[in-house]
């Protein structure tokens, strides 16, 4: 629907049957909260005033196409805990650059289901992308067992993982490896392969908080399922206590939100980045990474533009606020320099 029909945060989608313009979603319209990742709330009351000042920053643009608004569109299923993070962030950083949708990918279920219903993200692009995603765990596992140097932030994050793990139980993990290559498993596949191994059970594990109650997910399947219970299974061959194996899960999102951030930033607010990794006991991103990732994010935005600032500093927002609720202090709490440009 034609944005100055729109409220502002929001996209909306109108359907005709029998010549009749229909809105309900049960019709295939639908209104969809583009700051819901962020907020959680449809309710504009609710949003902060870095969200409130995106929106006024939108309506400064010119008339978007509609391409443009899928980038936006995309954006606002980013979610930090699906398995294509942090890839995903370069994605759509990759959008922004292009000010066009040239990488479609889900980025996880927080949009609840827009792209869908425009037919973008289609039941077997979701299918085939849930089983790349699927093998290439499976092959980051079986480099992690072979001791392989590892290079991206997957392969950095297994082969942390994988050493936790005694020799008497990497059998488990090759097993692992080989559920997860024949495509997108479902839960049942992880309970199976867990009842099957005594030092797995995962009745014992914490009923809540991320990955370890992905075990007990009534979903059934899905990348996000498949990706926390793999990294939960892990968890709980590693024999690690829950405090130390949640630090090691959440430390590797923050990590690269931080990264992230501050190369966005930068690049918004024409400053050195603030680079706070000389400070940081950092587990998965060092200060040569980091350099790296603010290089690539500021080459591959280029030019400003009013829409690539936008978009741009909507990411930025996504990244500072998504999946915040949590309640626990993260890295970026330490680095406020790294989101000033929402001030």
């Known amino acids: ?205 914490p009923p809540t908080g991320r990955p370890f109650h992905c075990f007990r997910c009534e979903q059934g399947s899905g990348q996000c399922c498949f990706s926390q219970q793999t990294e939960a299974t892990l968890f709980c061959t590693s024999g690690m206590e829950t405090g130390e194996a949640r630090k090691l899960f959440r430390r590797f999102s923050e990590e690269y939100v931080l990264a992230y951030c501050d190369a966005l930033n930068s690049w918004l607010a024409d400053l050195p980045p603030v680079n706070p990794w000389a400070d940081i006991d950092a587990l998965y991103v060092d200060e040569e990474e980091a350099q790296a990732i603010d290089e690539e994010t500021a080459e591959t935005l280029g030019e400003k533009t009013p829409l690539k600032v936008w978009l741009t500093g909507c990411l930025l927002k996504t990244l500072k606020s998504n999946q915040r609720w949590h309640g626990h202090e993260e890295l970026l709490d330490r680095v406020p320099g790294a989101v000033s440009w929402l001030e």
């Open 1 to 205: 629907m034609a944005y100055p029909y729109v409220p502002r945060g929001f996209e909306m989608v109108l359907s005709e049957e029998d010549g009749v313009t229909l809105l309900s979603p049960g019709s295939g319209g639908g209104c969809w909260g583009l700051w819901f990742n962020v907020s959680i709330s449809d309710d504009p009351a609710k949003w902060d005033d870095e969200v409130q000042r995106l929106n006024q920053l939108q309506v400064t643009l010119p008339a978007l196409s509609d391409d443009q608004r899928l980038v936006r569109a995309q954006m606002a299923e980013l979610c930090r805990y699906h398995p294509l993070f942090p890839s995903s962030v370069e994605i759509i950083i990759s959008n922004i650059g292009a000010e066009k949708l040239l990488d479609a990918s889900n980025m996880g279920c927080e949009g609840r289901g827009l792209l869908t219903k425009l037919g973008v993200h289609s039941e077997k692009l979701l299918a085939e992308q849930g089983r790349r995603v699927a093998l290439n765990f499976s092959r980051v596992l079986r480099k992690a067992l072979r001791g392989d140097e590892p290079v991206s932030p997957l392969e950095k994050k297994y082969s942390l993982l994988v050493k936790q793990i005694g020799s008497d139980s990497r059998g488990t993990v090759s097993w692992l490896a080989d559920v997860l290559a024949r495509g997108e498993p479902e839960t049942k596949s992880f309970r199976e392969l867990c009842s099957a191994h005594g030092d797995l059970a995962y009745e014992d594990a």
